[in-house]
């Protein structure tokens, strides 16, 4: 069987040198799943263009709510020309009726065991047009992604690994709890060591939702990785300030930045978020254990929580720039379907569009409670240009930490951030129109 899978782009913005920032961990893992014995191509659109008239028995399509509309254009691209297609992925996950009508069977959830099903199924003749599992996998014995089937040299971080799913949380715009559940779910420490063995290089870039969250586990997972001499970034949540011996064996263990949600200054929008892990905490004192410990922080903000205004927009640039975050990304309120904001919002009528393309996390698709969308528009560009102006990097470029300041490493990352988001950024941009799309228009590096 000739199996194509592809990652849809809804851009074709690069970082830098024609790169994007990290690969689909999605379909290299199906590749892995799949029997021995077909021939499987990998096509991250983000980094070469679809062939959409590539021969294949079989199309996997898996992407994120923005990606929507590119993905049903190219499937029934391929449906028209007789390709049967699946769709998988987060958007089908939370609307499976929908993918459905642009496929010939839908993947709801997590792809292990259910994967392997559709393969078996397929082969026989008997493909179901819904694939639900009853209960999410367990993560022991997961097979190494096919790391091999991406484009070499395409990614700033090419090495990308998962160690557990799962948030307790719940905050009420994340996708991750619905899909994912809130319960936590562990690779072996062992398999996630050989992994990172066979890898190619030791930079490697955690995809745990939070990685830090079940402290007893997070020591087990980074004592384990320390002999490895890596140099590794991952997500996590501020409760890691307050725990010193475990900052000090993430940065023996070779951490060198971590994404962080801190979402809001505002304790009203933290509630209303239930960001319960930021309540009754010092955010700027957190912050600053985190930097002395010699861990870098990657801050992520939402703006647009039903009890922002303009004043606490303002206030939110201000605090990433007094803590001197090495660099921050600062997203509008987004109602992805199968979020509670989602429900929430448009139960409310306030969701103005369902143009999926527009689900970038820059463009305004509600109505905000105390602004209007074109000032809530106008507040994320000025936090952009505010943050990423050539005097604010160069008052956050030193921080006291423990250990040489890297200088050089935020330079670089605040330079990338400003060439991404000044004038425009990957995520205000409408990705496409509707017609037929065009191949990427910049070279990609390797190739």
């Known amino acids: 069987m000739r199996l194509l899978l592809i990652s849809p782009s809804w851009t074709n913005d690069a970082w830098n040198g024609g790169k994007t920032l990290i690969p689909p961990l999605s ?43 590119r993905a049903y254009e190219l499937a029934d691209g391929y449906r028209r ?33 259910q994967w392997q099903q559709l393969i078996a199924d397929f082969e026989r003749g008997s493909l179901q047009s819904l694939y639900q599992a009853p209960a999410r996998p367990e993560l022991d014995g997961l097979p190494v992604p096919r790391r091999d089937l991406l484009r070499p040299g395409a990614y700033l971080t090419p090495n990308i690994v998962q160690t557990a799913r ?3 949380h719940a905050c009420t715009f994340c996708s991750v709890s ?37 402290p007893g586990r997070a020591r087990e997972l980074f004592e384990a990785i320390t002999p490895l001499g890596l ?37 009203e929008s933290l509630a209303v978020s239930k960001k319960r892990p930021n309540l009754g905490i010092d955010t700027a ?24 205004t303009l004043a606490s927009c303002r206030e939110t640039v201000r605090f990433a720039e007094r803590a001197k975050l090495g660099a921050a990304q600062f997203a509008v309120l987004t109602p992805f379907p199968g979020t509670p904001v989602h429900d929430q919002l448009k139960a409310e009528g306030r969701i103005t569009t ?18 209007t969308a074109e000032e809530l528009a ?63 228009a910049r070279p990609v590096a390797g190739g």
């Open 27 to 69: 379909l290299p893992m199906l590749a892995a799943l799949t029997p021995p014995g077909h021939d499987i191509r990998l096509v991250d659109e983000h980094v070469e263009a679809v062939d959409p008239k590539a021969q294949a028995d079989l199309v996997g399509l898996s992407f994120m709510t923005a990606a929507a509309p």
């Open 81 to 113: 020309r007789g390709v049967p297609v699946v769709i998988g992925g987060m958007h089908a996950s939370a609307l499976p009726a929908e993918a459905g009508a642009h496929a010939d069977a839908v993947v709801v959830g997590e792809a292990e065991g």
């Open 166 to 168: 799962g948030c307790p």
């Open 178 to 214: 619905p899909v994912f559940g809130r319960k936590y779910r562990f690779r072996p420490v062992p398999e996630v060591v050989d992994e990172l063995r066979s890898l190619s290089s030791r930079s490697v870039g955690f995809v745990d939702d939070n990685i830090v969250a079940s």
């Open 231 to 267: 140099q590794w970034v991952g997500q996590g949540d501020l409760s890691m300030a307050d725990d010193p011996e475990l900052l000090d064996l993430m940065r023996r263990s070779g951490c060198a930045a971590m994404f962080v949600g801190i979402e809001s200054v505002s304790r």
């Open 285 to 308: 004192e957190a912050v600053s254990k985190i930097h002395r410990a010699g861990i870098d922080i990657v801050g992520s903000f939402v703006l647009g929580l039903d009890p922002d």
């Open 354 to 371: 369902f143009d999926w393309a527009l689900y970038t996390m820059g463009n305004v698709v509600y109505k905000p409670a105390n602004m």
């Open 378 to 440: 106008a507040e994320r560009a000025y936090a952009y240009k505010r943050f990423y102006s050539a005097g604010s990097i160069a008052r956050r470029m030193l921080v006291w930490r423990r250990g040489k300041p890297k200088i050089a490493l935020r330079l670089a990352l605040n330079l990338s951030y400003r060439r991404l988001h000044r004038g425009g950024t990957i995520m205000n941009r409408v990705p496409y129109d509707g017609g037929v799309r065009e191949p990427l």
